[in-house]
Every structure is written in structure tokens, then in C-alpha cells.
Antibody
């Protein structure tokens, strides 16, 4: 089964840029799937960040849209997340997931999740 | 945008039935999804499209929808079901995901 693994710096300074990568192992990422990013703040709930499809533009959470970029690196079978002007409120566990949509996006299933990576924003 | 509301906690004894609810105006129009999350683990999708179970999820887990409230029902609860349960849906255009605050199930 395809596995996802997030990686990147675990510590980012306030006002800096958070950059993470989601890599695939054990196979290839399904080209019919979306790369989706979700985060979870300590002791809090989940928040959808956004997602990207190989032949479409990325879609973002309106509350983060001005600061976030999700991109694909197809040759290397991975996705990247970039979040600018970070504050302590961006401290969270960041997950990537492989999501398959059905019926023109009417509903979806999740094929796999990464284990998540903790990013702390602190000076 | 709208919000999804969940009770912070639910407690049941082993063998009983747990019901976890999620309320939101958009739930009458958009599908609901439920995730189980145990400490230190990524969320696991246990219900999609209101009441469908992904492959490998026990039949003890079921979902239902009524108006603006959706319910995750876990029958014959086991100690291993103790976890946080998150509901999720989409905005009115189906463009982005919205999560509830999560419910901690104590067995």
C-alpha cells in the first residue's frame, strides 16, 4: 500500500515561512487522487488547509488563502506546502493525505494519510 | 462559512451503544464524514457520504443523517474504540472542508 511521509523543519521563527514536503513510498501516487493537507493545533481540532490535483489549480481554505501555496513535484512524486508569515497560531501537526473524489466531487474517500509532522513556531 | 458543532465528550460502558452527534446548517445539503483519531495517530476515516463504511471498518460503526444533524453510532463499544471522533463536511459550494471540534469518547 502506498504510504505518505511528511518532512520539513520542526521549528520555524515567527514571521518566517513554513515549508513541508509530502513524499510517496511503496508505489506511485494515484493520478486520479488529490494531494490534501490538513493540520491539527495542539489539543484542538482539525483544519483543512487545501489540496491540489495534477491537472488543476490548488484549492485553499479561505482563512489561509493569502498565505498558503500547495504545489506538486510530479517527477519526484511529492507535494509541497508553503505557509508564509507564520505566527504561534500556526504551530500544529501537519498531515498530508491522498484523497479520491467520486461523482465529480460529490463525495470522497481517503486512500492514505501521512503520520504527520509537528511544526512549532517560536523564536 | 458555517460551523460544525460537537459535544466535547461522551462516555459509555463497554458493550453499550455510543452516539456522537454533529450539528451544522450545511449538513442538510452536504455529505458528512467521520474520523476516529487515537493519541499520536493520524485520523482514520470511519464513515463517508453520511452512512457508508470504508473497507476494513467494522459494521459496529454506522452513520445517519437527519436534517442539520448527523450521528455516528458505535454499537457494542469496546475499549479499543476510545478515541477522539471528528465530523467533517464541506461548505455550501463543496469547495473546502470544515471540521467539527471533535468529541472524546471515553469507554
Amino acid at each position: 500500500q502506498v504510504q505518505l511521509q511528511e518532512s520539513g523543519p520542526g521549528l520555524v521563527k515567527p514571521s518566517g515561512t513554513l515549508s513541508l514536503t509530502c513524499a510517496v513510498s511503496g508505489g506511485s501516487f494515484r493520478k486520479t487522487n488529490w494531494w490534501t493537507w490538513v493540520r491539527q493545533t495542539p489539543g484542538q481540532g482539525l483544519q483543512w488547509i487545501g489540496e491540489v490535483f495534477h491537472s488543476a489549480s490548488a484549492v485553499y481554505n479561505p482563512s489561509l488563502k493569502s498565505r498558503v501555496t500547495i504545489s506538486l513535484d510530479n517527477p519526484n512524486n511529492q507535494s509541497s506546502l508553503r505557509l508564509t508569515s507564520v505566527t504561534a497560531a500556526d504551530t500544529a501537526i501537519y498531515y498530508c493525505a491522498s484523497v479520491h473524489y467520486f461523482d465529480s466531487g460529490a463525495y470522497f474517500q481517503i486512500d492514505s494519510w501521512g503520520q504527520g509532522t509537528l511544526v512549532t513556531v517560536s523564536s | 462559512s458555517y460551523e460544525l458543532t460537537q459535544a466535547p465528550s461522551v462516555s459509555v460502558s463497554p458493550g453499550q451503544t455510543a452516539r456522537i452527534t454533529c450539528s451544522g446548517d450545511g449538513l442538510s445539503k452536504q455529505y458528512a464524514y467521520w474520523y476516529q483519531q487515537k493519541p499520536g495517530q493520524a485520523p482514520l476515516l470511519v464513515i463517508y457520504k453520511d452512512n457508508e463504511r470504508p473497507s476494513g471498518i467494522p459494521e459496529r460503526f454506522s452513520g445517519s443523517s437527519s436534517g442539520t444533524t448527523v450521528t455516528l453510532t458505535i454499537s457494542e463499544v469496546r475499549a479499543e474504540d476510545e478515541a477522539d471522533y471528528h465530523c467533517q463536511s464541506t461548505d455550501s459550494s463543496g469547495s473546502y472542508w470544515i471540521f467539527g471540534g471533535g468529541t472524546k469518547l471515553t469507554v
